[in-house]
């Protein structure tokens, strides 16, 4: 019969018992001159490896890659263990943080289709220089809008 089976007033009684009965052991103990000795579980022993054996497991490893490098023609020896050097982070600038901000609620404003995000916080940035473009550039772009308006216009027209 199991414990999880058992009702409540049935839990109970066989608390008073164990009450009961690690009481008598404590009164036989005294008469025999003893301490009582509830019966305890036994600890269990933690697996574990000394520092030592997990050194001779990792100098094995790194002599199996050495020669599996070797193999393949890779002249690097195994380094001895050493500690990896943390490297430090370089903090981000309040104008850097500002426009990352600033990006991310125009594109979450554009996926829920609100009309404009929050206005961003300006940031002094440098202006950007401009390109110049030749006049005959010019002319080639202003050619190419006639072109394409003609072309829109012409559509609208053989709809109607």
């Known amino acids: 019969m199991?414990?999880?089976?058992?009702?409540?007033?049935?839990?109970?009684q066989a608390a008073d018992?164990?009450?009961?009965?690690?009481?008598?052991?404590?009164?036989?103990?005294q008469l025999q001159?003893?301490?009582?000795?509830?019966?305890k579980p036994a600890a269990k022993k933690k697996g574990g490896m000394s520092a030592a054996g997990k050194?001779?497991?990792?100098?094995?490893?790194?002599?199996?890659?050495?020669?599996?490098?070797?193999?393949?023609?890779?002249?690097?020896?195994?380094?001895?263990?050493?500690?990896?050097?943390?490297?430090a982070r370089k903090k981000m600038s309040a104008a850097a943080k500002a426009k990352i901000s600033a990006a991310a609620k125009a594109r979450w404003a554009k996926v829920k289709g609100t009309a404009?995000?929050?206005?961003?916080?300006?940031?002094?940035?440098k202006p950007a220089a401009k390109k110049k473009i030749s006049a005959e550039g010019i002319?080639?772009?202003?050619?190419?809008?006639?072109?394409?308006?003609?072309?829109?216009?012409?559509?609208k027209a053989a709809k109607k």
Request: net charge positive.
């Open 2 to 12: 199991s414990i999880i089976n058992l009702t409540p007033t049935q839990l109970r």
């Open 17 to 29: 018992l164990k009450e009961k009965i690690a009481a008598l052991e404590k009164q036989l103990g």
């Open 33 to 39: 001159g003893t301490k009582a000795s509830v019966a």
């Open 55 to 87: 050194a001779k497991i990792a100098a094995a490893q790194k002599l199996r890659w050495a020669k599996i490098n070797a193999a393949k023609g890779k002249t690097a020896a195994p380094k001895a263990a050493a500690k990896p050097v943390k490297k």
């Open 116 to 125: 404009k995000p929050a206005a961003a916080p300006k940031v002094a940035a």
């Open 139 to 155: 002319a080639r772009i202003k050619a190419a809008q006639k072109a394409r308006w003609a072309k829109i216009n012409a559509a």
